[in-house]
């Protein structure tokens, strides 16, 4: 219902126009997110870009399951089912990534929304200059000044496509202004049907973002009123209006989280208004943010600022009276809300209208700078309009300025500057694996991603990292703990924080208090299904005392969990309430038949206890320092009979006392382990100690340790011994 046409009709050479446009701003947004586009696949474009990608798989994947509810989901932030009537779920876009996520994958699908998104920012709004009035080349500098604004870029690269969809404003005020010239036509039945499209529109906007009506309105409803002041057929006008809105709302309560909205219960952390960031004043319209990229620093830049200045001095020389003074009238509300909280002018500070929009919104609304765009609309619509007749008149020199207003905004808004781009996270082989676990009992498991953690629009408890975890869902499609959610109420995550001794400690946000975490897991292992814990060690830190300590910790409770997988720098422990149990841990056997855990090497984390470093490569030997408690523990699974355990160790500055203990028994000999280099030490272990060989705990013992630091080297750990490994020879029956 997008009614465009050229300000002159009768010109047949402008009948390119309009497509001739519409391929440059897909030019210019090529040019803006090519870093994105040629490292699709293997880089993300911002922090939330998992949040978009989870939104499309939810709303695919929830009515393909019984019981579940597009509005509704305990899939994230588990154990807890959330209201996403206020999420931002960009349900608008949802159609295009189904069509195009089989065919190129879901980042590909994803970047093509974006680049059509940038596409549309500007052709809309050059259709709007243009049936305003504003001559081809204004219009067409209008359309890429919006397109190319660093408020927008910023949304480009953060891939918030429910943010990015600035068209939407051109467009209905494109649609109103043709169902205004209907009405005046006396075309009725065409009117009443633009107005169901209005409607619709008006849907589709509210499916972008709940923000985006907020935005609309600050156009839309002056607009509207003056048209309808102009109107000969003002009661049509009205009751086509209403149509529209009718359209929209009953879209909205049938197709559309109005009804999930009313029934939103749970308590939001907004924060304070005064930390809210706006433009700073003159920063911010002098310049464009060095790191644009970032939430907490916007700036519109020079060019938009002095390109309405000018204007207006324009205008005021020209002593003209007519529409353009409408459209900066417009800009003003918008631009003060866009300037935050409170302005400071020579050390007094004003407060401002923002204020009440957050209190209105009850802290929702937490982004005064996001109204720019809406200003820079207004404002761009009044300085096309008034350099229209200097175009005009100027033909001989338009090139030229065209041309230089062209390099000028490129260079404010340094158009081919990308934004720091973060590398995809590893894509794992198990999480394939757990997503074919299918069926009764596999679909309701639940996962615990470590480190945990969870966020919201408002705050986050964890590592940030922690949430983009739910970006995995996408794989294994399981409900997890960790994950973000727009608006969620402060009690489905807030106890993350340090409320919860296993949920907590996994975050290393809370001390390990054993016997507390192992009846939570006890518990919750069975009542919440949880099928498997999986452990990042790449987010917690490789060499991070942490890891070993939950390995370690893990490792102990073969009662409750088992080895999995271990791939890259991930670690997977299934339950033993998983349906397929738990496999044994047997250690890879050698020809002779001899069971062997090399230590240091990635599959060691399967066998190892508390009491190890993490591991090392030094000259090409894999192998881990013991000496972080009294003892070092190893856990495997032996067929039954007697065993030579033959240690591969060196000491560390002093020669240690080594004994071995299995099973709670201490073996009688005992070894001392030399300085010089790795040497083999081995223990006799009889059959009545192997016992049936399942769950044996093998302990080291060693007489002391030293601190590298404590003599002015520079590493703080306790070293005892290093070990490169640990082999288990099975002993003839004699």
Not at 250 to 265: I, N, R, S, V
Not at 446 to 465: K, L, Y
Request: charged residues 15%; hydrophobic residues 50%; negative net charge.
């Amino acid at each position: 219902m997008i009614m465009i046409t050229p300000a002159n009709p009768r010109r047949p050479h402008l009948r390119w126009l309009f497509p001739s446009a519409f391929a440059f701003y897909a030019l210019t947004a090529f040019l803006i997110l090519h870093p994105i586009l040629f490292t699709t696949g293997t880089h993300s474009a911002g922090f939330d870009y998992f949040n978009y990608h989870w939104n499309f798989w939810w709303l695919r994947f929830a009515p393909s399951m019984p019981d579940l509810s597009v509005y509704a989901t305990n899939f994230t932030m588990f154990p807890y089912t959330t209201n996403l009537g206020y999420h931002a779920l960009t349900a608008f876009w949802f159609p295009l990534w189904a069509l195009t996520e089989p065919l190129i994958g879901t980042l590909a699908a994803m970047n093509l929304i974006i680049v059509i998104a940038c596409t549309l920012n500007g052709w809309l709004m050059f259709a709007l200059l243009r049936r305003e009035g504003a001559a081809p080349a204004a219009a067409l500098l209008g359309g890429l000044a919006l397109q190319a604004a660093p408020n927008l870029r910023y949304f480009y690269y953060n891939t918030h496509i429910n943010l990015m969809d600035w068209f939407w404003l051109p467009a209905l005020l494109l649609i109103w202004g043709g169902i205004a010239a209907l009405v005046e036509r006396r075309q009725h039945a065409a009117a009443i049907f633009a107005g169901v499209g209005f409607g619709a529109a008006l849907w589709g906007l509210a499916l972008t973002d709940l923000q985006f009506p907020i935005f609309a309105a600050f156009l839309l409803v002056p607009y509207g009123l003056l048209t309808l002041v102009r109107a000969r057929q003002r009661i049509l006008l009205i009751g086509v209006g209403l149509v529209g809105v009718i359209v929209g709302g009953a879209l909205l309560w049938f197709a559309g989280p109005l009804p999930h909205m009313l029934t939103f219960e749970g308590t939001l952390a907004p924060g304070t208004v005064e930390d809210r960031p706006g433009i700073p004043i003159p920063d911010g319209f002098l310049r464009m943010n060095e790191t644009w990229w970032e939430w907490a620093q916007p700036s519109i830049g020079a060019w938009i600022t002095l390109i309405v200045i000018g204007a207006v001095v324009i205008g005021l020389r020209a002593r003209a009276h007519d529409r353009r003074w409408f459209w900066l009238a417009l800009m003003l509300p918008p631009l003060i809300f866009a300037l935050g909280p409170t302005l400071t002018i020579a050390g007094q500070t004003i407060p401002l209208p923002f204020r009440l929009l957050h209190a209105q919104t009850d802290g929702m609304f937490r982004m005064p700078w996001r109204l720019a765009p809406i200003a820079i609309i207004a404002g761009l619509t009044f300085a096309a309009l008034a350099f229209t007749p200097f175009l005009t008149r100027s033909r001989a020199a338009r090139g030229w300025i065209v041309t230089a207003a062209l390099l000028l905004l490129a260079i404010d808004v340094r158009f081919f500057e990308s934004a720091p781009l973060a590398p995809l996270p590893p894509q794992y082989a198990f999480y394939d694996t757990i997503g074919a676990e299918t069926g009764t009992l596999y679909d309701d498991q639940v996962i615990i991603e470590i480190p945990t953690g969870a966020a919201s629009g408002e705050v986050i408890f964890g590592d940030p990292r922690a949430t983009q975890l739910q970006w995995y869902t996408l794989d294994h499609r399981k409900r997890i703990v960790n994950g973000f959610i727009s608006r969620a109420p402060l009690e489905h995550f807030y106890y993350l924080e340090t409320g919860d001794p296993m949920l907590s400690w996994l975050g290393q946000r809370r001390y390990l208090e054993p016997e507390a975490v192992a009846a939570q897991m006890r518990e919750r292992i069975d009542a919440w299904q949880i099928g498997y814990f999986v452990m990042h060690r790449d987010l917690i830190g490789v060499q991070a005392p942490a890891v070993q300590e939950i390995i370690g910790f893990f490792n102990q409770l073969d009662d409750l969990v088992c080895p999995f997988a271990v791939e890259g720098d991930a670690v997977v422990y299934r339950t033993t309430w998983h349906p397929d149990g738990c496999p044994p841990r047997t250690p890879p056997s050698e020809a002779d038949g001899t069971y062997s855990v090399d230590v240091g090497a990635a599959d060691d984390v399967r066998h190892l206890g508390w009491g190890w470093h993490y591991a090392e490569d030094i000259f090409g030997t894999t192998l881990r320092w013991a000496g972080d408690r009294p003892t070092a523990e190893v856990y495997i699974d032996l067929p039954p009979g007697a065993y030579t355990i033959e240690i591969i160790a060196q000491a560390y500055a002093t020669p240690r006392v080594l004994t071995v203990s299995v099973n709670g028994t201490t073996l009688d000999e005992s070894a001392l382990v030399t300085v010089d280099s790795l040497r083999s030490y081995r223990f006799v272990v009889g059959a009545d100690r192997i016992g049936d060989g399942v769950h044996s705990t093998l302990t080291i013992t060693y007489d002391d340790w030293i601190i590298p630091a404590d003599s002015g080297g520079g590493d703080q750990r306790r070293l005892a011994i290093a070990v490169d490994a640990i082999r288990f020879i099975p002993t003839p029956a004699q």
